[in-house]
């Protein structure tokens, strides 16, 4: 484990038990269950972990996570543990929301910049108990985190292969939790952490999600992986319940509009051109930004852009037509160029083709119109279309269970 | 305006410091600066290190002194004065043919006429450069890519200083700044003795051997003081003592004992700092003339600064690589073939640059040199106050030491000093038996007494890397830091170290300029 306490470095990154140099990637703790559902053969990749990009069909997946509920492997994503008697400063330093307003037993969304301002990535901090937090996010960040923990008494490890995870998500969730038995499942609200004991075994569940629906997180060690599956799958028999890979998820993800790294924003510690690199503010997400902190990284530089304005804005569009538009130009009904389609997809539950699209400042008013331009290939022919399309405030898809406490029973 | 906002603490009372400090209280600031130690100077200061033996405990020889400061704070009024001026530097040789190198001349050794003709070529270039550097020296570095008009005026004047070279001179600037002493000197000369000598202005004080780049660059630093080398009269505390004088003249109160443990914020600004003792001296101002990394990890705290900064910081090559030997001598030494005269030049003992580059290969591994290399005087030779009668104290910088040794310093300063002794005996063969006192300080033992953070007496490696607009790190490189109200002005900064007090010159005037522009001072 790579661990640093203070300015002292404990010990090495210990891969001896990964064999990594000869896998290269892992299967994840749960690729029994998930390989003879895994109709499609199709494996992605994610960081260490193979990872479906479907079981049978992203949109079957999709449905019976906006219809009834869907599981998601979510081990692969990086998981810190940040422990120690600084652990709320370091914490405060690194990101830029008031980590103190999370209390123990709660979830926060947040973000972290680079002294420039630019976002390094976002994710989420677990206050696990006092002094004792997990960071999640999509990169990796481990040398980042060491650099933060410089002065600081705090230990920084990384626990992606420790803690095995699942996502279940989609309005019968907690009614199949409640079947496995864990008691009182439905009073826990959105952000929520609480520890059950299962079979004598420790899981975490987080009313966390990624779809913008209602649904949980389940966090357990490795080795009982196996066993919370098929409970899981024992209790949801009756509740709909489908595996779904990452196709699925990236629909699901774009229709709640959040953002994803390596599609709105680069890492900006691995981004070479600062042109290429997003502030929070550019992202939307200003109300992430808490100046009443004295110091955090990109303090300085996002109070002087706050003045100076930013340069880009990240909107939501709904797009004429059904093809989604990937990838495409954003011009204004002027025909001039505003900017790019970062996130696109056709949107089953909103009945339109809907995107993330980065557009340069001023633009981006609710209700501004812009023409974005979808190439598309039909029986081999390429056509291309100047779709209107239109800025929306707030999310595609935003139904009350999402926040609903205690949530409907099925 | 409140007294607090118009106090202004400068943080050690190094020549840097008291530089600082006197310009500041010239331009009406209400200045106080705090020392820890018992006497201001730094380490720019004499002191006793055995009954009746004075030495300048640290730097030894006066070559870099800016002469704005000289001329502006009146220095020479102020009691600065000189025992020796433009000081000849002598070459040891085992067998007694030394080389002697003054101004425009250099002898012995069996110099052949082409080595002296190249010797001219060689002075001239290398002073052409010095002056480039020189003029750089004495100006804000300009910030790159900031946009603003006049760090965009000053990277032009820079560049254009570069163009009026003349096309073969620049071409050659361009070539030799960033590469090494070694190949330049095995261009220009064929004495061995002499190319010894040279190559060791390149890497004194420095973690830098004949062959590795940057080495032309430290050459080109020392030089461009633009002074010949000097002795200050009883040492360079009088150098210190005179800037102290001059500052105090002008309003500055000095206050000694007093040591900084802390820089206090309000906000994201400073509000002044605390004393060991606890105390709390408010300060809209705060001015460090300690080295970057005690400043910021230290006194401000890595946890009141951004990561990437610190990090930056962290970085910063700032080990130390040179001891100072002192020894309490009962009668002048005698060096083989080298008259009474000579006996008070700087003598080096760098014989050939494959010794300056084997005693550098120890670094590289944690060790120290097994045959060191010295630059040695005399002090005094030229000044009663040093020593009782007849007898004299023996001044050396000595490399390479490194600050993180191997083994530890505890086991390793009396093997280290036993090896110095043996290479000065190889010159001065009865030397041995004049010892009364001897002192070695290592760079642990200069951190620890002139809190210094890691012992190094340039406050950090002098190179290109670590130059200009990049001094000590981006972000902290025009005096001012990433905390409003907290400014540097130590050898950390911009034009770097040697007795120069440029930094604490152009810090003065940057926080001036700056607060001016903002229009929080009158």
Redesign the interface.
Known sequence: MNRISGNKTVGVIDYSSKDHYRTKVFPSPFYSRQEPLNHLKEWGRWADYLSPRAYTSADMEYFACRNACAVFDLTPMTKYRISGA?AL?YLN??VTRDVEKIKPGRVGYTVWC???GRVVDDGTIFHLRENRYRLCSQERHLD?LL??A???DVAVEDETHEVAALALQGPTSCAVLKKMGLGDIESMKPFDIRFFDLENTGLMISRTGFTGDLGYELWIEPQYAELLWDRLFEAGRLYGIQPMGDEALAMLRVEAGFIQANHEFLNANATVRSSHTRSPFELGLGWLVHFDK???????ALLEEKQRGHRYNLVKLDINGNKPATDSYVFTTGKKFAGTVTSATWSPSAKASIALATLKAPHGRPGEEFLVEIYYQKELKWSRVMARARVVEGVFFDPPRRRQTPPADF | MTDMNNHVVVIGAGHNGLVCAAYLARAGRQVTVLEAAEQPGGAAITREFAPGFKVSAAAHLLYMLDENVRKELSLDTAGLSFSQQDMKTTALAEDGNHLVMSKDAVQGANISSEDQAAMKEYRRLMGRFARLLHRMNNRIPPRVGSGNRDDTIGLAKTALAIRMLGRKDMREFLRMAGINMYDILQEYFDNPLLKGALSMEGVLGAKLGPRSNNSVFCALHRMSGMQGTALPAGGMGTVSDALASAAQKLGVKIRTSAAVTKVL?Q??RVGGVELQDGERITAGTVVSSADPKTTF?NLV???????????KI?NYRSFGNAAKLHLALQGPPEFKALNQSQLGDRLLIAPDMDYVERAFNHVKYGEHSAQPVLEITIPSLYDDSLAPAGQHVLSAVVQYAPYQLKSDWHNGKPVFTGQVIDTLAKYAPGIRDQILHCELLTPVDIEKEFRISGGHWHHGELALDQFMMLRPVP?AAQYAS?LNGLFMCGAGSHPGGGVMGSAGRNAARAILALESSEGQQP
């Open positions: 600084d400063a330093r690194l680079a002294d420039d980042w650099t933060n410089m002065g600081f004295p110091n955090f990284n990109g303090r300085k | 914020l906000g994201d990890l705290g890595a946890k009141n600064l951004e990561a990437g900064f610190v990090r962290h972000r990433p």
